[in-house]
Nanobody
């Protein structure tokens, strides 16, 4: 069974940085579009960023554009979310997810595989 596992969450002060990683067990990792979502307690999960299979195309939510960067290493079956300029409103559980097509990227229902999530807390 394919698995995704996030890492790198933690506590950081406002203005700081964190680097989230996600390892995917699927041996055909390069066939999947990868995305990051986040969820705050009591709210729906929201889209953060996505990256195409080759890594050439990326797409971001407006709220993180210019601060977050998504990248991938197909040789290591890993996707990275580099988060800079963090603010308290970025506090959430962050999930990585995988889908087949580079379309409808913000749509949660389009993603076939999900990780368990990693907590990111930004203090003011």
């Amino acid at each position: 069974q394919e698995q995704l596992r996030e890492s790198g969450g933690g506590l950081v002060q406002a203005g700081g940085s964190l680097r989230l990683g996600c390892a995917f067990s699927e041996r055909t990792f390069r066939n999947y579009v990868m995305g990051w979502f986040r969820q705050t307690l009591g709210k729906e999960r929201s889209f953060v960023a996505a990256i195409s299979r080759s890594g050439e195309l990326t797409y971001y939510a407006d709220s993180v554009k210019g601060r977050f960067t998504i990248s991938r290493d197909n040789a290591r079956n890993t996707v990275i979310l580099q988060m800079n300029g963090l603010a308290p409103e970025d506090t959430a559980v962050y999930y990585c997810a995988a889908k087949v097509s580079y379309s409808a990227l913000p749509s949660e229902s389009e993603y076939a595989y999900w990780g368990q999530g990693t907590q990111v807390t930004v203090s003011s």
